[in-house]
């Protein structure tokens, strides 16, 4: 019914007007209402006035949307926040208030996601009062640590490669902790000048060696020492937990905060100086003073708590003994230097904070004496040295710290075999036995030293070392690094580096791309002269900076190949061992790229000389037999280089904590074709060369000698398809103590007029492979592929004479020269690019005879003869000669 139809009822007196003031409230109090009954005839509010009334289709559709028994079906809920309209109900009401408003209501955009500064300051407030209550609970449970407790430890087990166990050593933890009172003075005061000279009034924690620590994890790097005697203190008692990690770290914290705060400085000066570690297995400063000095810790002066205070640095830098197996930086010789340095910055620095006087300081000019180390009896023979091959290894490629490995518990499976072991120290005592006799020739015959290696071309683990005599007598592992230069043994890497960059062009700059340079074949002709004067890459003379000529001398100052140009290919060079050829290869193809190839084949940069003179190339530097073997074995391998390894898996508590097999694959170091040519020059060396004595019956061997100048030093490093080998042999004074030690010449030693590698090294390495590949099937090498071009080092034909005014007028040609006579080289343009061309043959001189080669002292001559300008010399130049054979 529509609304003009039915108009609803008129208040009386007033109209229109009158209603429209009805439906205003009353001014007055109003009566509470009655109760709704929802029927039709419920229109009357409280105190009798009459409600407005409403049309019949308002007030059923009123009736609808708020009761479903009403006027029929009731309507669906509206959503919330739809505004009023015809046919909704009422706005829903507002939602409940969040506990944490965020993203924040009543906020749009950006402004949703930006916290309260409310919000803020509760969340600090409750970060801050979680890091209080945290510290306070670690600071209540974790226990202040006792001295003695840190005194135990269990044995390190090592196994032979077949997994038999070697020897059991590690846990016979060398302390004895005694009283604060038994302490000298002079140690307290020296660890206080040296480490922390506000110990005694500090907290006993350093905030910003803490700092330093959290900064050094978050960048990737091992967490830092305590900076505070107290810090070191309770890092060396936990010893039940040494990782290097931030919780330990935590921990750390807190014990040293309730140590700093509850024992007394005594106490933490006793505890630090009982348990800290001095090297050599002590611990603690009663067995540091017998291990240094033979003698109890309250005897001690002055100069030797302050070398004891600086071994507390690092045992492995500041023993005076060395530790090259873990660092080839950490020689005796270095070692003794820093040590007297620290030694010498302790006492000033005692006398500076007024715990010394000056009167007591110059009573100790002088560095203390120390007593060599003292090996465990079960460690004799051989197993010493193959123990601290394995624990040079551990520490240089796990994550196990030396204090870890000291304190035992791990299984430690190497790579070493049991019976090449005894087969080398079988070969190098016969060798000794029968000739090395120090009675007999004292001049001569003392102080000879041995070393030797062998590892697995496929894989590079080491299987066998020799050391030395016996570990508990000789000290230093004759196998790793001991400073002997390897002399011409160092060619190799000069051939390798003459097939993989090739020689540069003369007449562009020294720094030249791959294009620009020859590869060169090993039938390649180079001078052989003795003394030999040495060019640049492009063909000025080297002189050095005092403007002085370098000239190349041959063992026993032999020249080889024919006069007057001494030509003679690359093969035969390495078969005499000729330093001048392979000095002007070197410089030819560039220094840095012959000493790029060495470490490209294994050795260690830091074991190379440096590349400033000419002699570089044949053998000034002193890489370790472990390393020389296992470069030699990349060529064995094709030219896939492993470094070598002497531990397989490590296990602690039944978990394995390394595994060598997780390391990356076998690097390809050189092509097979630069490899394997390398192999087939090296042959040649064995089959009729310098290395005749390491001979192997029906097998095919590869290797160099090498001797060096002043014959101190002699190598022979070669190898089979299955192993690698390198044996050295030198002298040098067996007293560490020795502040003069040195290398002393091998003239006459071993009734011998002269020692090279073809003698008593290629003899021990022949008697050990024989017996080491018993058994093993024969296996040749891989047959070379051609490569390279031969170059002609004399590319300057021989200038023809100005020809006379009947010359002219003849028509005939110039004579052939005759046999003796070397053909002028070709210029370059001219170079034999094919391998197979018998013209580009060697001349097939002959060998002028001699014993292994290698250069001798140059001598640096400022005035050459007249031959000397007519020689075509390779480049390389050195002022001081190189190392022989």
Known sequence: ????????????????????????????????????????????????????????????????????????????????????????????????????????????????????????????????????????????????????????????????????????????????????????????????????????????????????????????????????ITQQYVKNAMLDDQSQTLSRKVKELFISVKVGTSVEKEDIMRGYLNTAYYGRGAYGIQAAARTYFGEDAYKLNPSQCAFLAA????????????????????????????????????????????????????????????????????????????????????LNNTDIGQKQLEQGGYEIHTTFDKNKVKELEKAVAKVRKENIKPDVRPETDTHVQFGGASVNPKSGAIEAIYGGEDATKHFTNNA?????????????????????WGKRDPDLDGDQAQDERTIVSPK???????????KDYDGQVWTNE??????????????????????????????????????????????????????????????????????????????????????????????????????????????????????????????????DNVTDVLKTVVDEGTGTSAQLTGREVAGKTGTTDGNKSAWFVGYTPQLSTAISMYRMDDDESNKNRKFLEMYGTGGQETIHGASFPAEIWHDYMEDALKGEPAVDFPEPQPIGVIVNDDPDPTPTPTPTESEEESPEPSPTPTESEVLPSPTPSET?????????????????????????????????????????GNQNGGLFGGPEG
Not at 317 to 343: C, F, L, M, Q, V
Not at 482 to 495: H, I
Request: contains cysteine.
């Open 1 to 228: 019914m529509s609304e003009h139809r039915r108009k609803p009822p008129q208040p009386q007196g007033g109209g229109r007007a009158a209603a429209r003031r009805g439906q205003s409230a009353s001014a007055g109090r109003r009566a509470a209402p009655r109760g709704a009954t929802g029927s039709l005839s419920d229109t009357y509010g409280a105190g009798g006035e009459e409600t407005q009334y409403e049309g019949r289709t308002t007030r059923r559709a009123s009736q609808r949307s708020t009761d479903p028994g009403v006027g029929g079906r009731r309507r669906a809920a509206e959503p919330a926040g739809r505004g009023p309209g015809r046919g909704r109900g009422r706005a829903a009401p507002p939602g409940k208030k969040r506990f944490i408003d965020y993203p924040r209501a009543g906020k749009y955009g950006a402004m949703r996601w930006v916290p309260s500064w409310r919000q803020v300051t509760g969340l600090f407030i409750g970060f801050f009062g979680s890091l209080v209550a945290a510290a306070g609970i670690g600071y209540a449970v974790v226990a202040v640590p006792n001295p003695a407790d840190a005194a135990t430890a269990q044995n390190n087990v090592y196994y032979w490669s077949d997994g038999s166990q070697m020897v059991a050593t590690g846990g016979e933890v060398n302390r004895q902790i005694i009283a604060y009172e038994k302490i000298p003075k002079a140690m307290r005061y020296a660890v206080i000048s040296a480490e922390n000279k506000t110990f005694e009034n500090d907290s006993g924690v350093d905030p910003m060696g803490i700092a330093r620590a959290v900064v050094n994890m978050a960048k990737g790097g091992q967490t830092q020492g305590g900076s505070t």
């Open 311 to 394: 071994v507390l640095k690092g045992a492995t830098y500041y023993d005076p003994a060395g530790a090259p197996s873990i660092d080839p930086e950490a020689s005796p010789e270095n070692n003794r230097k820093r040590a007297t340095e620290r030694w010498r910055w302790i006492l000033d620095e005692m006398v500076k904070d007024k715990h010394l006087s000056a009167a007591d300081r110059a009573k100790y000019p002088d560095f203390p004496k120390i007593q060599s180390p003292r090996s465990n009896a079960q460690l004799g023979g051989q197993i010493g040295y193959l123990v601290d091959t394995a624990k040079g290894y551990i």
């Open 480 to 500: 790793d690094v001991t400073g002997a230069q390897v002399g011409s043994t160092f060619k190799t890497y000069v051939l390798a580096a003459a097939m993989t």
């Open 524 to 534: 390649s002709l180079y001078s052989g002269k003795n003394n030999l004067k040495i």
């Open 546 to 675: 005092k403007g002085e000529e370098w000239l190349q001398a041959n063992d026993d100052d032999a020249s080889y190949g024919s006069a007057p140009k001494y030509q003679i290919d690359l093969r035969e060079a390495m078969r005499v061992s000729a330093n001048s050829a392979f000095v002007q290869l070197g410089m030819d193809v560039g220094l840095d790229r012959v000493k790029e190839a060495a470490i490209e084949a294994g050795l260690k940069e830091s074991s190379l000389a440096g590349t400033s003179f000419p002699s570089f190339s044949i053998g000034i530097s002193d890489p370790s037999a472990i390393r020389m073997a296992g470069s030699y074995a990349t060529f064995a391998a094709s030219g896939k280089q492993s470094d070598p390894f002497s531990v397989k898996t490590v296990e602690y508590e039944g978990l394995t904590r390394f595994d060598h097999d997780d390391i990356a694959d076998p690097k390809r170091a050189f092509t097979s074709e630069v490899a």
């Open 832 to 872: 034999c690019r094919n391998p197979f061309d018998p013209t580009c043959e060697d001349t097939g001189e002959t060998d002028t005879g001699g014993t292994d080669a290698g250069g001798s002292v140059g001598g640096v001559t400022p005035t050459p003869t007249e031959s000397e300008d007519d020689t075509r």
